[in-house]
């Protein structure tokens, strides 16, 4: 006896096609809930606060401008923050659907972005033409090869890959300080050297509508990797093998799949992203290098692509929403005056609810199967009324 | 040679203590990244109590480091919840819960280490200044050649470490409730049909997990910090968790892997300052203890056996 499908929020939540669109819907509600009661706690007032991060991002107009800047060129800065964040978040979602988790993105985007700084960065007289993809290479080669890496431990050793990333997350920020420290610093602001304009991955003051604006590269990147992580998981066979690795070892093995090959092709996979994310990152964004400072985002890229339920284009919408609060962070600390760690403080709280994930969903079944119940107990009790009148 | 084995003994401690709660989480079922966050959440509410505290007692006093210890102890447990509730309740993916537990724990305590500062003194830095604990010397043995160098100024919480390592291996290993801990970990169904409760036992032991890695963390934010900030999130959380693994869920074996730790990373530095290498040379130093870490996994991880049930979430149905 099929029942009607169930209506409202549980009816969302044991759909099949939304169940998982609704948590992240959920997650986001219950974090804007969470940070108006913590902006309230401080005096401040919630609604004001969030529309400063709009403004901050340049998504709303600001009260006003400085010399030569204006709403685009905030936005321009919002997109170019956004590019690393998902590329990162892509190289969480690769390992995640073999079932992998890489850690050590934060690592990865350090080991890429140094190599790309050094090699490409540093040199002189180098053609916009050949430095620019060059640094993409060398990102998708160093960031690949690390993957790879720690594939292989996982495979040949069998060291689980948690460890390992977080182990050489450590080896390569000590290591990249170290020599940023002795060779490449900056000895007015204690990091590296800003790199060469040729090799930077944004077009710096290009003037649009009279304001001079920062042009990212790396979300043109960061959009036709989505589309490359999305074509390899939906179209090809390597996909689903991949797919199946991350469902289960043992049937993968019973179907022919080399699991051994798709552990190290799939870490590969993610590292190179992962490194893309950091020439993006550090070639593009920051420009310059913060000795033994692992990136934050590296972190952050995990609460992505958990919000965006590891879809690719999930990755997308919660990447705007994460990086709302960190890109608008500054402009709302200045107007409003809290502190600009609680953009941080936020995403940690998003992250907590996205969490819950799978207990929404066994609330959502259990309100269904108890509305259920009452229907059929509803009708048992009409059939026995029914029978004593007759 | 003796400030080696000093400020290895220093070191090694706090990462032992923050290992064995690792131990008593994973030992349980309960895979524990959130190590690190714990460390630091506890280490900060620790902190906070002594800022508070320490304006009420003399300078020179001691007692702020024994009163942080206990809230660290507390705070860490009480953070831990949090892990416990999304992995055992809730049925989250155990390491996703422990990355967010940490974020979340860095956001936490940056944020609120400002808030505190500005509502205690008006400045807005995210440090609690603690100081270095005092240190003192044991008569006798600190004088044998060689060793001696184990018991020469020592931080009185070495001595509460040992303590709580002591009493926590006899918990686990020689009474009623490890034993249905460590069976938790391997099969709990088995543990569930002697009629124990998997869910309570899991939530205690992520809980002592908690409270024993914020003693960890106070200890370092008292003894190489010298303060509570940001900073407290060095990996040594993470370090821990490397040591419980090449020390194989067995804590004896782990005491030895801190210890070896701790000398390695002590001796490094005496080399460089021996050596008289710039400052610089310190970060090939620190990054020793995981070199070796990734190297001897490579060794001997093909005969590490972690608890077979670590990282599922517990189903009565399920056979």
């Known amino acids: 006896m099929k029942e009607k499908k169930a209506k409202g929020l549980a009816g969302l939540l044991t759909s099949e096609r939304w169940a998982d669109a609704t948590v992240s819907v959920l997650a986001i509600i219950l974090m804007l809930i969470a940070a108006s009661g913590i902006l309230l706690l401080l005096g401040k007032n919630p609604a004001a606060a969030f529309y400063s991060f709009l403004q901050g991002c340049g998504l709303a107009p600001k009260a006003n401008y400085g010399g030569g800047s204006g709403m685009l060129s905030d936005l321009f800065n919002y997109l170019n923050i956004l590019a690393p964040m998902l590329l990162a978040s892509l190289s969480f979602i690769v390992a995640f659907k073999t079932g992998l988790f890489n850690i050590g993105i934060s690592g990865q985007m350090l080991a890429s972005g140094f190599l790309a700084t050094i090699c490409v960065g540093y040199a002189k007289n180098l053609s916009p033409w050949i430095a620019k993809p060059l640094v993409i290479l060398i990102g998708i080669a160093a960031g690949g090869l690390c993957g790879a890496f720690i594939g292989f431990l996982k495979y040949r050793f069998n060291i689980h890959e948690v460890v390992s990333t977080i182990m050489l997350n450590y080896i390569i920020s000590y290591l990249t300080g170290f020599f940023i420290n002795t060779k490449y610093v900056d000895m007015l602001t204690r990091s590296s050297r800003i790199c060469s304009a040729n090799a930077r991955l944004t077009w710096t003051k290009v003037p649009i509508k009279g304001v001079s604006c920062n042009i990212p590269l790396g979300i043109a990147v960061a959009l036709a990797a989505v589309f490359v992580v999305r074509f390899i998981f939906d179209k090809t066979a390597f996909g689903l093998e991949l797919k199946i690795v991350g469902a289960s070892r043992s049937c993968a093995r019973y179907a022919g799949v080399n699991v051994r090959r798709g552990i190290v092709m799939s870490m590969a996979l993610s590292g190179a992203f992962a490194g893309l994310a950091g020439v993006v990152y550090y070639l593009g964004y920051t420009n310059t290098m913060v000795p033994k400072t692992l990136p934050g985002m590296g972190y952050d890229s995990i609460a992505v692509a958990l919000l965006g339920n590891s879809s690719p284009v999930g990755a997308i919408f919660a990447s705007i929403i994460v990086t709302i609060f960190q890109s608008g962070a500054n402009y709302m600390s200045s107007t409003i005056g809290v502190a600009k760690e609680i953009a941080s403080l936020i995403t940690g709280i998003l992250l907590l609810f996205a969490a819950c994930g799978e207990y929404m969903k066994a609330l959502g079944r259990r309100a269904v199967e108890r509305k259920e119940d009452r229907i059929l107990a509803e009708r048992a009790a009409a059939r026995t009324k029914g029978g004593e009148e007759r | ?319």
């Open chain 2, 1 to 319: 040679m003796t400030k080696v084995f000093t400020d290895g003994l220093s070191f090694a401690l706090p990462l032992l203590i923050m290992a064995i709660g690792a131990i008593y989480s994973e030992k349980s079922g309960v895979t524990n990244l959130a190590i690190e966050g714990f460390q630091g959440f506890g280490a900060f509410i620790g902190a906070l109590a002594a800022i508070l505290i320490m304006p009420r007692l003399s300078s020179s006093s001691q007692l702020p480091i024994y009163i942080a210890i206990l809230f660290a102890a507390v705070g860490g447990g009480i953070y831990a919840c949090l892990h416990a509730l999304l992995s055992i309740n809730f049925k989250a993916n155990q390491v996703i819960s422990g990355v967010v537990v940490n974020i979340l724990a860095v956001a936490l305590t940056t944020f609120f280490t400002s808030a505190a500062n500005t509502a205690i003194n008006g400045t807005a830095s995210n440090k609690f200044i603690l100081g270095v604990s005092s240190r003192y010397s044991i008569p006798f043995l600190s004088k044998i050649p060689w060793i001696g160098g184990l018991f020469q100024r020592m931080y009185p919480f070495e001595w509460i470490i040992c303590v709580l390592a002591f009493i926590f291996w006899y918990l686990m290993y020689r009474t009623r409730y490890g034993m249905r801990l460590r069976a938790c970990g391997e099969n709990p169904q088995a543990l569930d049909a002697a009629g124990g409760d998997v869910v309570k036992t899991r939530w205690i032991a992520v809980v002592i997990s908690g409270a024993l890695s914020g003693v960890g963390g106070i200890c370092f934010a008292y003894s190489i910090m010298a303060n509570f900030s940001p900073s407290i999130y060095m990996g040594y959380g993470y370090l821990a968790i490397a040591a419980m693994i090449f020390g194989n869920w067995d804590i004896p074996s782990t005491a030895l892997v801190c210890l070896f730790f701790g000398l390695a990373k002590a001796g490094g530095q005496q080399l460089c300052l021996a050596m008289k290498l710039s400052g610089n040379y310190t970060d090939l130093f620190n990054m020793l203890p995981y070199v070796l870490t990734m190297l001897l996994l490579i060794f001997f991880s093909k005969r590490n056996h972690p608890p077979k049930a670590c990282g599922q979430p517990w189903d009565q149905g399920r056979r």
